[in-house]
């Protein structure tokens, strides 16, 4: 499988680019609000991909950072959601926002993008809670058998929500926790306190 692609950008559309890589042009669909963020025709670039085999199509979509191509494989996981519909939902919303409203459980958030209506908005909420569920009562057990908790934390009602949104998009808390050590978190809404932590995550700090 393709981890990323780097070359020379050679076409912009509405919904893929062409990257040149020693000749060879890859076409890589993308969301949209990421393509107009991209540079100009003739530049290097770096994309993160996720490649889709079927029997009659291989396609490759291309994410800008790696939160976007967690984000677009965690929406691949609900049942209903497609690739289509993954990249017109990262087009119109962050992942950290996105996250915030599954943990926050604002269906009017998620309705509002193209292609979710209120049923598929509850169901994203309801499956990817349900996820997050399972996995926090799998790393109760891991520590239950290590007989105390590594994960200590300052409680915080803004962290504590950080930290799960943070899980939702794939994260475990070990991983947050050590990004959010890193993060002056007094006086900061969730939010930011996401975007913060996402950012170290990122540099892998």
Known sequence: MLAYIKGNLELKTK????IDVNGIGY???MPQSSIQNLGQIGEVLKVHTYMRVREDDVSIFG????EELRLFELLLSVGGIGAKVGLTILSNITPSQFALAVISNDISILKKLPGIGPKTAQRIILELKDKLKKEKELLAEEEKEEG??????VEDENVEEAISALQVLGYSKREVVEALSKVEINNLSVEDIIRKALGNLAKGL
């Open 15 to 18: 919904d893929y680019i062409v």
């Open 27 to 29: 076409k890589i669909f």
């Open 63 to 66: 994410f800008i950072n790696n």
């Open 148 to 153: 105390t908790s590594k994960l200590e934390f």
